[in-house]
């Protein structure tokens, strides 16, 4: 379920081209959404935004391109009634938990192989802690 729901993939693109047109001394900036004051809370819903073209966090929300996520915690990955999922995921047999759902969006594709979200996937835990704070808190987990 989650991992349809994390079709985050293909909802946010890669990471920021950050390269400079000139020379300078002083470094790139290595993000686009973090911002030291930030909390957890309030990174996490920016990072979010990469997520919300394919799929919805409200109780009884529509599936989009990869499924509603509402009550993912606990849910056994690719059960969510109404949406078609790969046969990898409905055969995972993972329950949705803050460590699998942080592998899962770490690396979709090997997470699960075969599935079909097409998100590449966040690298730096700090985000996916931050992703799954809110989601936690806006899905009833």
């Not at 470094?27 to 996490?44: D, N």
């Not at 078609?84 to 699960?112: F, R």
Request: net charge negative; proline share 4%; charged share 25%.
């Amino acid at each position: 379920m989650l991992a349809a729901a994390l079709v985050i993939t293909g909802c946010g693109g890669s990471e920021p081209d950050n390269t400079a047109t000139e020379t300078t001394t002083a470094p790139a900036a290595t993000t686009q959404t973090a911002k030291p004051e930030m909390t957890p809370m309030e990174r996490g819903a920016i990072l979010y935004k990469r997520c919300r073209a394919c799929h919805t966090l409200d109780d009884g929300g529509r599936h989009k391109v990869g499924p509603n996520l509402w009550n993912i915690y606990g849910r056994t990955a690719g059960t969510m009634e109404g949406f078609n999922y790969s046969k990898s995921m409905t055969a995972s047999e993972i329950v949705w938990t803050d460590e699998t759902l942080s592998d899962y969006i770490e690396n979709p594709s090997k997470y699960i192989a075969g599935n079909r979200m097409s998100f590449v996937g966040l690298r730096k835990a700090e985000d996916r802690a931050a992703l799954l704070e809110y989601l936690r808190a806006e899905t009833g987990g």
